[in-house]
């Protein structure tokens, strides 16, 4: 089993940065690949990042390339998300995932509760 906990979310301006923390009890968290879904209101939950068991392969939705950085720190059972340029769009609740590395949701067992993150204009 492995648990997952979010945190780092808030009110930012456009243009701003903020970093998302995902930790993870467990200890087989360096066993799973982890990932980031967002869902923003009235949309279906989409995909953002994902990142390897070990760190050394990540995947990007088209909509944050360049802009969002997936990392984890396995000694830390942790993963983040680095967020800058950030746009209006990418207001959403933020959700953290544990599992088999890919894109879509049913590739991971495990999810976190969420953070919200917003955007102002």
């Known amino acids: 089993q492995v648990q997952l906990v979010e945190s780092g979310g808030g009110l930012v301006q456009a243009g701003g940065s903020l970093r998302l923390s995902c930790a993870a009890s467990?200890?087989?968290?360096?066993?799973?690949?982890m990932a980031w879904f967002r869902q923003a209101p009235g949309k279906e939950r989409e995909f953002v990042a994902a990142?390897?068991?070990?760190?050394?392969?990540?995947y990007y939705a088209d909509s944050v390339k360049g802009r969002f950085t997936i990392s984890r720190g396995n000694a830390k059972n942790t993963v983040y998300l680095q967020m800058s340029s950030l746009k209006p769009e990418d207001s959403a609740v933020f959700y953290c995932?544990?599992?088999?590395?890919?894109?879509?949701?049913?590739?991971?067992?495990?999810w976190g509760q969420g953070t919200q993150v917003t955007v102002s204009s």
């Open positions: 995932a544990a599992g088999n590395y890919g894109t879509e949701g049913y590739n991971y067992n495990y």
């Open positions: 990142i390897s068991w070990s760190g050394g392969s990540t």
């Open positions: 467990g200890r087989t968290f360096s066993r799973y690949a």
